[in-house]
């Protein structure tokens, strides 16, 4: 039988509707100001100018008045301006991008792994299954010492991939900036697993020859999150330090961590960790305003250590026969959700139009009083953000992020094609996303950048970044010679 009443989500346009709300509820406040505004208007001209001279003379003022009204005015406006943040700006950034001689296809690593685990075809078969579905694609690339059978992870070949690595990526900064060594304040340096003494900073320190009064740190076993943490270090330094350059070096050395054991849990890291590194110039001058890509809008960290789960589920330990590696449990989805949800929860209100924050109260509301079974609220974080930089930690970690925040693949393209062409390249890898969106021109000034980023101990991370101008296609980018044949078709199982 033909339906009684006519469909109409078909005969409404939904969306148009939503979108009305969203104006309503974001702009209530003008709104409400404009028709009280016009009324005043109105009846102010009403007024002839022989009342309108009367009551300007019916006011009485005296010096006193006067002196003391300019002191409360001059006094507000000195203590607003010294109790303001400084504002932090991101005056441009370089990514590593390795030499085609490092690259590794899949026949390659492969390879490789049956020669290295020759007695344990298995772990042989887990490495590809797991290659087969990572996302990662043929241009990825391993540091020169683990080209070798076996691999020779030597402290000296440590020291060289982070040699190679680091001090590209800064003569890349300084060349895009103009930034000369000595012009330097405060340089922060982190990097996970490898830690050696003198520390990588010593180690830049010493190459470039920086100031004896430099203010350097050096950060080691935070993750893949490191790189915001940095951020966040670098950002509350620059609060006391006024007229100062940071720069930050994010990169993860592969070289002393490749495990070379049997155990299925810590050879997954094998199969998606790739060699990258960044280098981020930040600066509170105001000569900077109109140079800088990006402002620095907000940083929230998020740590779950207190729970022991979440404390082991990136752990480094010896596997049965004494040999090193990291690994991941079964729960590190779970406590990475959990993670995210404690993020999201702080960023929210400091991001989210009021719209969104309305209905999602509303619905918080109705749950707790009406019904516990309604289906919470999901927030629209596309309504605060043009840009996500989601971290590339693996396949699984962008598809439940774009699922759980209910992102679209253009949304997502960034992160996906990153893991693609470069892999997981730990804490640099949301500039590599962001150089992606970049090179495909879709950066505009006003845009709001999310980077979100995970780590062991368990860490959640986020930065929200403001464009400062229109940014050209850069033609110095580690996406440069390749951007034209992005996005690709990456599909669910690569046969092997």
Same mark, same amino acid.
């Given at each position: 039988?033909?339906?009684?009443?006519?469909?109409?989500?078909?005969?409404?346009?939904?969306?148009?509707?939503?979108?009305?709300?969203?104006?309503?509820?974001?702009?209530?406040?003008?709104?409400?100001?404009? $028709?009280?505004?016009?009324?005043?208007?109105?009846?102010?001209?009403?007024?002839?100018?022989?009342?309108?001279?009367?009551?300007?003379?019916?006011?009485?003022?005296? *010096?006193?008045? #006067?002196?003391?009204?300019?002191?409360?005015?001059?006094?507000?406006?000195?203590?607003?301006?010294?109790?303001?943040?400084? *504002?932090?700006?991101?005056? /441009?950034?370089?990514?590593?991008?390795?030499?085609?001689?490092?690259?590794?296809?899949?026949?390659?690593?492969?390879?490789?792994?049956?020669?290295?685990?020759?007695?344990?075809?298995?772990?042989?078969?887990?490495?590809?299954?797991?290659?087969?579905?990572?996302?990662?694609?043929?241009? *990825?690339?391993?540091?020169?010492? #683990?080209?070798?059978?076996?691999?020779?992870?030597?402290?000296?070949?440590?020291?060289?991939?982070?040699?190679?690595?680091?001090?590209?990526?800064? /003569?890349?900064?300084?060349?895009?900036?103009?930034?000369?060594?000595?012009?330097?304040?405060?340089?922060?340096?982190?990097?996970?697993?490898?830690?050696?003494?003198?520390?990588?900073?010593?180690?830049? #320190?010493?190459?470039?020859?920086?100031?004896? %009064?430099?203010?350097?740190?050096?950060?080691?076993?935070?993750?893949?999150?490191?790189?915001?943490?940095?951020?966040?270090?670098?950002?509350?330094?620059?609060?006391?330090?006024? %007229?100062?350059?940071?720069?930050?070096?994010?990169?993860?050395?592969?070289?002393?961590?490749?495990?070379?054991?049997?155990?299925?849990?810590?050879?997954?890291? %094998?199969?998606?960790?790739?060699?990258?590194?960044?280098?981020?110039?930040?600066?509170?001058?105001?000569?900077?305003?109109?140079?800088?890509?990006?402002?620095?809008?907000?940083?929230?960290?998020?740590?779950?250590?207190?729970? /022991?789960?979440?404390?082991?589920?990136?752990?480094?330990?010896?596997?049965?026969?004494?040999?090193?590696?990291?690994?991941?449990?079964?729960?590190?989805?779970?406590?990475?959700?959990?993670?995210?949800?404690?993020?999201?929860?702080?960023?929210?209100?400091?991001?989210?139009?009021?719209?969104?924050?309305?209905?999602?109260?509303?619905?918080?509301?109705?749950?707790?009083?009406?019904?516990?079974?309604?289906?919470?609220?999901?927030?629209?974080?596309?309504?605060?953000?043009?840009?996500?930089?989601?971290?590339?930690?693996?396949?699984?970690?962008?598809?439940?992020?774009?699922?759980?925040?209910?992102?679209?693949?253009?949304?997502?393209?960034?992160?996906?094609? *990153?893991?693609?062409?470069?892999?997981?390249?730990?804490?640099?890898?949301?500039?590599?996303?962001?150089?992606?969106?970049?090179?495909?021109?879709?950066?505009?000034?006003?845009?709001?950048?999310?980077?979100?980023?995970?780590?062991?101990?368990?860490?959640?991370?986020?930065?929200?970044?403001?464009?400062?101008?229109?940014?050209?296609? $850069?033609?110095?980018?580690?996406?440069?010679?390749?951007? /034209?044949?992005?996005?690709?078709? #990456?599909?669910?199982?690569?046969?092997?």
């Amino acid at each position: 039988m033909p339906p009684i009443l006519p469909d109409f989500s078909n005969s409404v346009k939904i969306k148009y509707v939503k979108l009305g709300y969203q104006y309503l509820v974001n702009h209530i406040l003008y709104l409400l100001l404009i $028709p009280v505004m016009v009324g005043i208007l109105i009846e102010v001209l009403r007024l002839g100018p022989d009342e309108i001279l009367s009551l300007w003379r019916s006011l009485h003022f005296n *010096t006193v008045q #006067i002196l003391c009204s300019s002191f409360l005015i001059i006094f507000i406006a000195t203590v607003y301006f010294m109790s303001k943040p400084r *504002t932090i700006y991101l005056v /441009d950034y370089a990514c590593y991008k390795p030499p085609v001689t490092c690259r590794v296809p899949f026949s390659t690593f492969m390879e490789h792994s049956r020669l290295i685990l020759k007695d344990n075809p298995k772990s042989v078969e887990f490495q590809m299954r797991i290659l087969e579905r990572s996302g990662l694609g043929e241009e *990825t690339c391993l540091p020169p010492a #683990i080209h070798y059978i076996p691999p020779k992870p030597t402290m000296e070949a440590a020291r060289g991939e982070a040699e190679l690595v680091i001090f590209s990526a800064m /003569d890349s900064l300084f060349k895009k900036t103009g930034l000369k060594p000595k012009d330097i304040d405060i340089l922060i340096v982190n990097c996970s697993l490898f830690s050696p003494t003198p520390s990588l900073s010593a180690m830049v #320190i010493n190459k470039y020859k920086l100031r004896s %009064n430099i203010k350097s740190f050096n950060l080691s076993g935070m993750g893949c999150s490191a790189g915001l943490i940095s951020i966040d270090l670098a950002r509350d330094i620059l609060q006391v330090h006024p %007229n100062s350059n940071a720069v930050v070096v994010s990169t993860e050395i592969i070289t002393p961590n490749y495990y070379q054991g049997k155990e299925r849990a810590m050879l997954l890291p %094998n199969c998606l960790f790739r060699m990258g590194g960044a280098a981020i110039l930040l600066s509170n001058r105001r000569s900077h305003r109109w140079l800088a890509k990006y402002r620095l809008v907000h940083v929230v960290r998020t740590h779950k250590g207190a729970d /022991d789960k979440a404390y082991q589920c990136v752990f480094e330990q010896e596997d049965k026969e004494g040999k090193v590696g990291i690994n991941l449990s079964k729960d590190l989805m779970a406590i990475a959700g959990e993670a995210l949800k404690s993020n999201i929860t702080t960023i929210g209100p400091l991001v989210l139009p009021a719209s969104e924050q309305l209905l999602f109260l509303l619905t918080l509301i109705g749950r707790k009083i009406f019904n516990p079974k309604w289906k919470p609220y999901i927030p629209d974080f596309k309504q605060a953000f043009e840009h996500f930089c989601i971290h590339a930690g693996g396949r699984a970690v962008i598809d439940e992020l774009q699922k759980n925040l209910q992102l679209s693949a253009e949304h997502v393209e960034a992160s996906r094609m *990153t893991l693609h062409r470069f892999g997981n390249t730990s804490s640099s890898s949301l500039w590599y996303e962001l150089g992606y969106i970049e090179a495909k021109g879709r950066m505009r000034r006003g845009d709001r950048v999310w980077q979100i980023a995970f780590g062991s101990g368990f860490k959640c991370n986020s930065a929200v970044w403001k464009c400062n101008r229109t940014i050209k296609t $850069p033609t110095d980018s580690p996406w440069a010679d390749c951007i /034209d044949r992005y996005p690709v078709h #990456i599909p669910e199982v690569v046969k092997l």
